[in-house]
């Protein structure tokens, strides 16, 4: 991948002395502070929400019930019986949640679409409210310079199909709603993602039990809900493109697992993508390389997943772009075991922000995308989702969330580093643009650059909100 070369390096210098903003000890260093991260000048800043984290107004318009309404409803489940009923009550509220965006200066907007606001049954009729409500939101963001991203699936499963993700059924009704929906949009949006998170709506959801709808399955009725999770993402690819305008971008938000090699030498670096390949082998891997590998197929057994044929090439469907949600890592050390590594578990004294799993390892947000570069050559890359849970403790009216700047300037640069080698990464979007229903956290973790009064709905911005205000306005760390 390309260096900097000292002819770069000279020219940087050169442009930020000629700029005549640097005061301080030594000029030469403070150029390379600021011109070392700047991003190309097409990168593309951005923020991600989720429906039903965001938009309350579960009963309006018809929209139908959905498994987290169940589950959020369900006692014991959620935070202090949190639920998503109002939340931002975006669904109200989406001009003023433009405006912030546009405050901010971020170019795109990545969104996710309530599948029981469009099938309040999953599938059958359509609601065409659904798809006037975001039409509306599209439209409005549109008119103010935002470019949406839209995510088809972002967990809030119509609670009327039976089975849920246990029914192969349901990535057949998935396809159906993706591809009736791309239809309907596609004129305006250009980049539609599948589905956000396999392991989240599959492993946390009916292995954990930690999110809706909160099952505990023995491990081969967990492979097969992973199984239809990816499938659903493939045949989802093929019913977009046969619906959407031509050109239209697809992909799919996932948060594959990186490991992180414990020094970068090449015995640890190779140990560390392999670990990537063969831990995310029911996931990433089956969809870029189109089978279940081995490795993943002998450590199951008897559990592996039951594959019908054609399976595997819907799944493997070519994506034109590939995006990842990066937060916490894993730190893995090569060794002579027969996988050739070993993963490092997580300390007490792990540093992690407020959520207790989101601990803090920045240069997951490098190998992130230099594994999946190496291992996979995706055409673009984009980070879906990175961000933090913060305290946010509110002081006269201001939120100075040090920390959450922190993170995300740490991993920023990380991403920047990834960009100055070579690797196709093409933009970022923060997570979140706005405090919202934190899943089974309810209310009581933040994501938010902008603080939400849920009393009151009033957004505040954050210290944080003004930080990234200035990377984008500059295009550089800061
Ligand atoms: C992602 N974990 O979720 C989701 O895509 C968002 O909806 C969510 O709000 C955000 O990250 C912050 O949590 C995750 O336990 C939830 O490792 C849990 C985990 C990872 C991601």
């Given amino acids: ?38 991003f ?57 949640d433009t405006q912030l965006l546009k405050n901010l200066g971020v170019k795109t907007y990545r969104m996710s679409l309530a599948w029981s ?30 470019t949406p991203y839209v995510t088809m699936f972002h967990w809030d499963l119509p609670a009327a199909l039976p089975g849920g993700w246990q029914n192969r059924d349901t990535a057949y009704a998935f396809a159906d709603y993706a591809g009736y929906t791309a239809g309907k949009i596609s004129d305006r949006v250009k980049n539609i993602m599948t589905v956000n998170e396999l392991r989240c709506f599959t492993d946390l959801s009916h292995k ?32 977009i493109r046969a619906h959407a305008k031509a050109g239209t971008q697809v992909g799919i938000a996932d948060n594959t697992t990186f490991y992180i090699p414990v020094m970068e030498t090449p ?33 199951e057994g008897a559990n592996a997943p039951k594959v019908k044929a054609g399976d ?36 007490p004294s792990s540093p992690h922000m407020a959520s207790p799993w989101l601990i803090v390892g920045p240069e997951v947000a490098y190998w992130g995308v230099r594994q999946v570069s190496e291992l996979w050559k995706p055409k ?20 100075d969330d040090a920390d959450r700047v922190m993170y995300l300037r740490n991993y ?33 973790k933040r994501f938010g650059i902008h603080y939400v009064d849920f009393e009151t709905q009033k957004r505040i911005p954050k210290l944080s909100a003004a930080w990234y205000k200035e990377v984008i306005a500059r295009n550089a760390v800061v």
């Fill in 117 to 146: 606001r469009i099938f309040p049954e999953g599938r059958g009729k359509p609601n065409p409210k659904g798809i006037d409500h975001y039409n509306r939101v599209i439209d409005n963001l549109l008119e103010n310079g935002i």
């Fill in 412 to 444: 920023v640069s990380q991403f920047h580093r990834a960009v100055t080698e070579g690797y196709p990464l093409k933009g970022y979007f923060l997570w979140s643009l706005m405090d919202n229903f934190e899943w089974a956290d309810g209310y009581s």
């Fill in 208 to 239: 954990q039990g930690q999110h809706a709808p909160g099952l505990k399955l023995p491990d081969a009725e967990v492979n097969q809900v992973r199984h239809h999770g990816v499938l659903a993402h493939g045949l989802g690819v093929q019913s």
């Fill in 312 to 347: 595997m090439a819907a799944i493997a469907s070519p994506l034109d772009f590939l995006a990842l949600n990066i937060y916490a890592p894993e730190w893995v050390r090569a060794d002579s075991s027969p996988k050739g590594y070993a993963t490092i578990p997580h300390l």
């Fill in 40 to 96: 190309p000048p097409d990168f593309l800043w951005g923020c991600a929400t989720a429906a039903y984290q965001i938009e309350g107004a579960v009963k309006e318009d018809g929209r139908g019930p959905t498994n987290w309404d169940v589950f959020s409803h369900t006692p014991g489940k959620v935070f202090g019986g949190h639920n998503g009923d109002v939340a931002d009550d975006s669904y109200h509220r989406y001009a003023e």
């Fill in 267 to 299: 015995e640890h670096v190779a140990a560390a993508k392999k670990a990537t390949r063969e831990m995310n082998a029911m996931f990433l891997t089956a969809i870029m390389e189109g089978r279940y590998i081995d490795e993943y197929l002998t450590q």
């Fill in 380 to 399: 673009v890359l984009y980070i879906s989702e990175n961000g933090a849970s913060a305290d946010d403790p509110v002081v006269n009216g201001r939120i």
């Fill in 1 to 38: 991948m390309r260096e900097i070369s000292r002819r770069d390096l000279g020219k940087a210098l050169g442009a930020a002395c000629a700029a005549g903003t640097l005061g301080g000890p030594t000029a030469a260093a403070a150029a390379l502070n600021t011109t070392s991260l700047t």
